[in-house]
């Protein structure tokens, strides 16, 4: 079986209940047949799907996804279920590796659509593979909430299409942030930007530097192969065309981490900002003492009441460690999903599709109310919008210095 | 060509040009190491370890777990670390790379499967976010308008002190010699009274050796995950190439030019510049002279 | 076996492989099925280069000029898909008869490196080449080749028509004189081209057929995910489709076909434990090439030789694993 949520379960057992299990099992087995003839009419399993990288280089992110759509399944099943249709669904993860490529996003949305019979799907992650997954699931009628910064995920000619986005990018959140840094930082001119060559930097970065150009500031622009360690002669480079702020959203974190510790290396005493690339604990982490004054784009509200729940739930069922923003933005699918089944009252996924369209101002308690926008960017109102934020790293803390509510 | 030079005019800040150097420096010594023991394995025993990045990555690991998780200072943490991983890597010997002994091709595809077995065994264990090992020192040493990071200069002063060390027991020591009788012609060395069982043992030894310190010295500077063993390899890969496979002094000489070419074209003209250069230059040595700058034909 | 039973045998697998598309509505086993027979068509070529003794770590990047070259002909020159199968075919046919000669002078380990440093910079190429090729985010919504090429089950179709024919002629270039000439050249060079033939011309031949139907596969399986990116031909590609031919055994066509239904298949089967299936694979790597480097072949052989041993009378002769070339 592929729902992840059992392996989980099975690993966690501690020692001492592990001597209870023979005992417990066959009288849970025993109850379990009573309850299930009883139940069987009112309850049913509905699976749900979701796909993110689990090998490579991206698995981080598909780790955090797969284990944010792991505690909300938890959650809802444990407050009940999702009840439509007069019956109580019982929700079941199915989490497929999507390899981070086109071709893996389509193999596990095939697997999902065709065989699992999934017909709601949170994710994957990245450009290549939503693009491949909506070609899939439009055609079938099946709900996805992808991620993924191309424009492309949204704005293309599907005639009937079933795919939302789960969060702001870039053309969403750039513009506000780059106007506040020019009226708040005033010393910056001319900004350095750096940027790897794969999916992300090459969608992220070109747009970036156009709207910076927009509100007059000068950007010097270099890409490097993704996999480079080493960033002194780029940075050298562009301190030497006298750049006085750096900025490297489209890194991965822990890129931007060692960029940053890099660039204080070299005796650079200007900003360092991104507007995107949220991770900033783990950016934090790399630079040490280095990360002190970087500035970030940033759209988790740990203080916020349900995101301090699942922080400690997190930490409980997967250890202490950096925790990905794509967990939290997950778990929020899945409710989103449940939620949008429930105002149906229904599983079928063009009743669905409109309640989805109806949840502004939905909120569990982790970004605060969100909002459906998009229309005039891509033709639909299909990009989520939620509240964000622009941060500053103080005495190693994330400190919010600038909230953006939509 | 006006272009190139205008270009080139950026190393001639002297705060640029010291960096330049320092950075190569510390990029060419850490190839080295891994160089060096990637083609130690393949001078002696036929094997292309494409594994060798992860023995990089367990020494950034023993690093890590050692300074961060039980205090030791680095100063011990660092050779017990790679002692440590070196000696438990012997009984990888055993299991594993005994078997592709003097069977190149073999040795190829079944030690890629090693490599995605510890790269994947290393990400159920640590996960895949980066983690960082503190550093030793957060000074800059500033001499006029050259700034150069302390932690950087430990680094090279490291890796030049394994290096030195490497030398005098490759050409001073019983276990040397035999080593180079043994790269030169296996079956000669055995009739010559070689155990070559043993040499093979010391020789990995060596060779694992270098490529944990190597580790551990790019974690500290760098960053520490579980795929941390893919770039290392890839630039030792063409460090062997350039140098000529096999040749040791080739390493040294592959791995300094490799390191100052990342270092001066990036700073001059950019990644991708840097990329394309050093792979044009690498195929162009394959197709004139395959056995690269100081190796041997075979015959 | 009788040659009339062989015959019956093929005749039955034939008419199997055209008939399970209509047991099952699975469209995901159809997109298996797809899978299996496109990565059929990449691993028989490369088996091609690897009988003359060379492996090749840049196959993907022959793809790459299928794959682009077609999804270019159709996207921005407006031109049918069979020209553009044809553009593609011939781009990379092209390359082959550019690099070939020189590359192919080069033996063994060399040829492996300069193919793989000649894959990555056909990759780098694709990447910062953003205007003609997208960049890494490729080229999205491909066309079909045709209208009813948007199911899964059509597809099948047309890729088992591509895979018998581009199998069926390597299996007819192995099987002729030029086979056998090949396997002269793989046994002894010298000896070969002592005997009149003339070896790199001969090699340069074989590399650009191999090369111009790994072209092929790449436009096929680019109109088939509708998306193209450049991780679609980095040298994990090219690597696996050695592995292929490594695992089934690389001594003989069918040990690529074996190869190549076993690793599709394989990582489908295990989707749901993902971090295990790369250890599991690692580890079936090793063991092949540590104890079985003819690979699932020679395993075959060895156990067939093993039950006529056990079922023949004493003394009788019986074939000696592996002795078949």
Redesign the interface.
């Known amino acids: ?4 949520g059992t ?1 989980a379960k099975g690993e966690e057992t501690p020692v001492a209940s592990k001597l209870m299990k023979p005992i417990r099992a066959a009288l849970l087995g025993g109850a379990f047949w009573a309850a299930a003839s009883v139940a069987a009419y009112a309850q049913e399993a509905l699976k749900i799907g979701g796909m993110g990288p ?2 490579g ?1 991206g ?2 992110w598909g ?1 955090a996804a797969q284990r944010g759509m792991d505690l909300a399944v938890n959650d809802i099943n444990a407050a009940g279920g999702i009840k439509a249709e007069g019956k109580t669904y019982k929700l079941e993860l199915v989490f ?2 999507d ?5 893996g996003g ?3 949305t ?2 999902l ?3 699992d019979k999934v017909k709601f799907i949170v994710g994957p992650v990245g ?2 593979p939503a ?2 997954a909506i ?1 899939v699931t439009n ?1 079938a009628k099946v709900i996805a909430l992808t991620n993924g910064y ?1 424009p ?1 995920v949204l704005k ?2 599907t005639k009937d299409p079933y795919n939302f986005r789960l969060y702001n990018t870039n053309l969403e959140f750039g513009p506000p942030i780059i106007k506040w840094i020019k009226e708040n930082l005033k010393e910056v001119k001319k900004i350095g930007l750096l940027a790897p ?3 992300v ?3 992220v970065a070109k747009p970036l530097a156009a709207d910076y150009e927009k509100e007059g500031f000068q950007v010097v622009l ?4 993704r ?4 960033f ?3 940075i ?2 562009m ?2 065309q006298k750049v006085d702020a750096f900025e490297f959203d489209g890194n991965s ?2 890129d931007a ?2 960029m940053l510790k890099q660039i204080r ?3 650079f005493k200007g900003k360092v900002f991104q507007v995107g690339g949220p991770a900033v604990d ?1 950016i934090i ?5 280095a990360a002190e004054g970087f500035m970030t784009y940033d759209f988790i509200d740990w203080d916020m009441p349900k995101a301090k729940v699942l922080r400690e739930a997190y930490i409980a069922k997967y250890g202490k ?2 925790i ?1 923003p794509f967990m939290p933005a997950f778990y929020h699918g899945v409710y989103m999903v449940a939620e949008a089944i429930k105002r149906a009252d229904s599983v079928d996924t063009a009743k669905v599709r409109t309640a989805m369209e109806g949840l502004s101002g939905f909120d569990i308690g982790i970004y605060g109310p969100v909002k459906w926008i998009g229309k005039e960017t891509y033709g639909v109102n299909r990009q989520l919008m939620m509240q964000y934020f622009f941060s500053e790293v103080k005495g190693g803390k994330i400190v919010k210095i600038k909230k953006f509510t939509p | 060509m006006l272009d190139v030079l205008s270009r080139l005019d950026i190393l001639l800040n002297p705060t640029v040009l010291g960096q330049v150097v320092v950075n190569g420096i510390s990029l060419s010594a850490i190839y080295i190491l891994v160089a060096l023991g990637f083609t130690l394995l393949f001078g002696i025993m036929r094997v292309v370890n494409f594994a060798h990045g992860e023995f990089a990555m367990l020494g950034a690991f023993a690093f890590y777990h050692l300074t961060k998780d039980f205090n030791w200072p680095w100063m011990i943490a660092l050779p017990v670390g790679v002692v440590g991983v070196a000696a438990a890597s012997l009984f990888l010997e055993w299991l594993v790379f005994r078997w592709f002994y003097q069977r190149m091709f073999e040795s190829m595809i079944g030690l890629l499967g090693l490599n995605m077995m510890l790269i994947y065994g290393g990400v159920l264990i640590w996960d895949t976010h980066e983690r960082n090992i503190p550093a030793v020192s957060q000074d800059v040493f500033m001499a006029g308008d050259v700034i150069i990071p302390i932690d950087r200069l430990i680094v090279v002063v490291i890796a030049l002190a394994a290096l030195a060390a490497f030398y005098v027991f490759i050409r001073h020591t019983r276990a040397g010699l035999a080593m180079r009788a043994a790269a030169q012609d296996v079956e000669t060395a055995e009739t010559q009274g070689v155990d070559t069982r043993w040499i093979y043992r010391v020789a990995f030894f060596v060779a694992i050796l270098l490529a944990a310190l190597a580790g551990s010295l790019w974690g500290q500077i760098y960053a520490v995950s579980p795929h941390l063993g893919e770039r290392p390899l890839m630039m030792a890969f063409i460090v062997v190439i350039l140098g000529g496979m096999g040749s040791i002094p080739g390493a040294a000489l592959g791995g300094a030019l490799l390191g100052f070419t990342e270092s001066v074209v990036g700073t001059a003209f950019g990644a991708a510049a840097s990329a394309f250069l050093s792979f044009g230059v690498v195929i162009l040595l394959l197709v004139f002279r395959p056995w690269g700058i100081l190796g041997t034909p075979e015959s | 076996m009788t040659k009339a039973t062989k015959t019956g045998l093929w005749a039955l697998g034939g008419i199997a492989l055209v008939v399970w598309p209509w047991l099952t509505e699975d469209k995901f086993l159809h997109h298996v099925g797809v899978l299996i027979l496109l990565t059929a068509i990449g691993a028989s070529s490369l088996h091609l280069i690897v009988r003359t003794g060379h492996v090749s770590l840049c196959h993907a990047a022959f793809m790459a000029f299928g794959a682009y070259g077609s999804v270019l002909t159709v996207m921005r020159l407006g031109l049918p898909w069979p020209v553009g199968l044809l553009v593609g075919t011939a781009a990379a046919a092209s390359l082959a008869a550019m690099i070939g000669p020189i590359v192919l002078r080069l033996t063994g380990k060399y040829f492996v490196l300069i193919t793989f440093l000649i894959g990555e910079v056909v990759r780098m190429a694709i990447v910062e080449n953003v205007a003609l090729t997208g960049g890494s985010n490729g080229i999205f919504n491909v066309p079909p080749p045709a209208e009813i090429f948007l199911s899964n089950r059509a597809y099948y179709y047309l890729a088992l028509a591509f895979a018998v024919l581009s199998i069926g002629l390597c299996a007819r270039i192995l099987g002729s004189e030029f086979g056998r000439a090949m396997n002269a050249i793989k046994d002894g060079e010298r000896l070969a081209e002592c005997s009149g033939v003339p070896v790199v011309r001969f090699k340069v031949m074989v590399f650009i057929i191999a090369c111009a139907l790994a072209g092929m596969q790449g436009s096929l399986m680019a109109h088939y995910n509708k998306v193209l990116s450049p991780e679609n031909f980095s040298g994990i590609i090219s690597l696996n489709l050695v592995v292929m031919n490594v695992i089934g055994g690389m001594s003989s066509l069918a040990g690529a076909l074996i190869g190549t239904v076993f690793m599709v298949m394989l990582p489908e089967l295990l989707r749901g434990w993902v971090n295990l299936q790369q250890i599991f694979f690692g580890a079936i790597l090793f063991a092949t090439m540590a104890f079985m480097p003819g690979g699932i072949i020679e395993a075959a052989r060895r156990i067939g030789a093993l039950l006529r041993t056990v079922r023949a009378p004493a003394g009788a002769p019986v074939a000696r694993p592996g002795a078949a070339e």
Do not use: C, H
């Not at chain 1, 390899?99 to 071709?103: E, I, K, V």
């Not at chain 1, 270099?222 to 192969?225: A, L, Q, R, S």
């Not at chain 1, 996999?227 to 080493?230: D, N, S």
């Open positions: 079986m592929a729902a992840t392996v689990l090998s280089g698995t981080s780790l497929y590796d390899l981070y490529t086109a071709q389509k193999a596990a095939e697997r659509v065709n065989q450009s290549p693009l491949a070609s055609p191309a492309g293309n000619d060559n794969d999916a930097g090459q969608a270099d890409f490097f192969e996999g480079t360690k080493e002194t002669p780029l050298l480079r301190m030497a974190p822990g981490g060692l290396q070299a005796g783990e982490e790399i630079a040490g003492p460690g950096i990905s």
